[in-house]
């Protein structure tokens, strides 16, 4: 190998993310900007209100996870404060990593069950 070629691999790797980068934000600034006209500056989770000065924190989220799916009327987006964003999708990747698929909306099931043994541990106190 020459000692060129990892810098041509990177200065490579280099244009594609910032190709990458560029396409997201054109794609993000469409449906955000109508996003933002359609709904209340207001959190779709915690209800928190946004003004001119904060509404950069307030983000589209995709009900579907499918960034190209940009309906006129809204019907795949809800407005997310950024840390609501973050948590919804973490537990997302958290149900898949747990063995669940990968669809929209789907709920992560409790694994931990507190009172698994509690009726076990009733009948030794009473003696049963």
């Not at 959190?43 to 996870?65: M, P």
């Not at 960034?67 to 404060?81: I, K, T, Y």
Request: charged letters at 30%.
């Amino acid at each position: 190998m020459t000692p060129n070629k990892p810098a041509a691999d990177k200065s490579k790797l280099d244009k594609l993310i910032a190709d990458t980068r560029r396409q997201r934000d054109l794609r993000e600034s469409g449906y955000r900007e109508r996003a933002l006209k359609l709904f209340p500056w207001i959190c779709g989770r915690c209800a928190r209100e946004f003004t001119g000065a904060n509404v950069s924190t307030l983000t589209v989220h995709h009900k579907d996870g499918n960034h190209d799916n940009n309906a006129a009327d809204g019907s795949n987006w809800e407005l997310l404060c950024v840390y609501c964003h973050e948590n919804e999708h973490a537990r997302l990747l958290d149900h898949q990593a747990e063995g669940g698929g990968a669809g929209a909306g789907a709920q992560a099931s409790a694994t931990h069950k507190p009172f698994a043994a509690l009726e076990a541990l009733l009948k030794r106190k009473d003696g049963g």
